[in-house]
Structure formats: C-alpha cells, structure tokens
C-alpha cells in the first residue's frame, strides 16, 4: 500500500493569490485546513487514555516531551462511514488553533496542496456530506481539485463545549 505523502506540492498556475492547504480524509469526507495551523503531521503513535473524558476525546501522547490532547475527529463531528481505517494506518495532525497544540486523528493525509484564493467560498446549507456547516469555514470548488471542505478548527475545540461535555459525563456517571 502507497504511503500517503504528506509534504508534495501540487502545483497549479499561479493566477494571484493562493493558500496553501493540507488535504485529509475522513470517511468518505474530502477535507482540508490552512497549512499555517498545521505544526506536523505524524503516523498514529500510542495514546493515554483520560478517565471521564467526552468520547470524541481520544486521550493525550507524549510528543518529544509535551503532553497533547487527542481528539478522534470522526468522533468529534459525528461521522459514521463504512469505511473505517484500522488505528495503525490512521494519521494524526498536530494543529496550533486558538492558542492550543491539539492532534486530531484523521483517515489519510493525502498532500499539500495550492488553493486560489476564489476557488474559497463561503458555507451554504446545501453542502453534500455530513458535517455540520458549523465546523466549516468554507468550501474550496475548483477544476483543477475535488471539493474540499475546509474546517475551522477554532471551532472544532471550544473549550466552553469541552468543560460541559466533561461535566455531563462526570455528571451521568454519579446517576
């Protein structure tokens, strides 16, 4: 089985302003973040699992001596799919968003890829897929790519939303 490559460029002709995105998989999803929030992208390694933690939280790893957070993204925006990747095929991306270092356990990392910046547009409710538009902060649409939803990953871990899931289970596990 080929390797995802996880640091290739594909290029498209330069027509002004461009981003840079890390396109990943998800299921059936076809998904994508800035390159600027990625810190790395790293082959799944051992977790510790956190007691009384929301479910979508996978534990933390020891990533050269400080201790991240992990959150199984699938879990996180509710996805089911069929297609389920075995955990050590699965990847995990080192995001920096609202001031944190968390990983999220993806599918596949599939490339790096330029956007033009127009190819970006704003989410509209009749997006195909399953998840919810309020994780996304557009959808890329262009000839020359799939489409691709981007997600805002400052979103994905409002802290707010963790302490009440937190607080919930704590609270379900007393009853």
């Not at 600027?36 to 990533?63: C, R, S, W, Y």
């Not at 599918?107 to 190819?119: N, Q």
């Not at 802290?159 to 607080?167: D, H, I, P, S, Y």
């Amino acid at each position: 089985m080929e390797e995802p490559i996880a640091i290739a460029e594909e290029s498209l002709p330069e027509e002004g302003d461009t981003i840079q995105m890390v396109r990943f998989e998800l299921g059936d999803e076809l998904l994508g973040v800035d390159i600027l929030m990625v810190q790395e992208i790293i082959k799944q390694m051992p977790i510790t699992v956190i007691p009384d933690a929301a479910d979508f939280i996978a534990g933390v790893i020891n990533l050269r001596g400080r201790i991240v957070p992990v959150i199984d993204l699938r879990k996180r925006l509710n996805l089911n799919s069929d297609r389920q990747v075995p955990a050590q095929e699965a990847w995990t991306l080192i995001i920096n968003a609202a001031g944190r270092v968390t990983g999220f356990i993806v599918d596949r990392v599939s490339r790096v890829i330029k956007v033009p910046v127009t190819a970006v547009q704003p989410v509209d409710e009749s997006l195909p897929g399953s998840i919810q538009s309020e994780y996304l902060s557009g959808i890329c649409r262009s000839e020359e790519q799939p489409t691709m939803a981007i997600l805002d990953f400052n979103r994905i871990i409002a802290v707010e939303e963790f302490k009440r899931l937190g607080a919930q289970k704590r609270l379900q596990g007393k009853s």
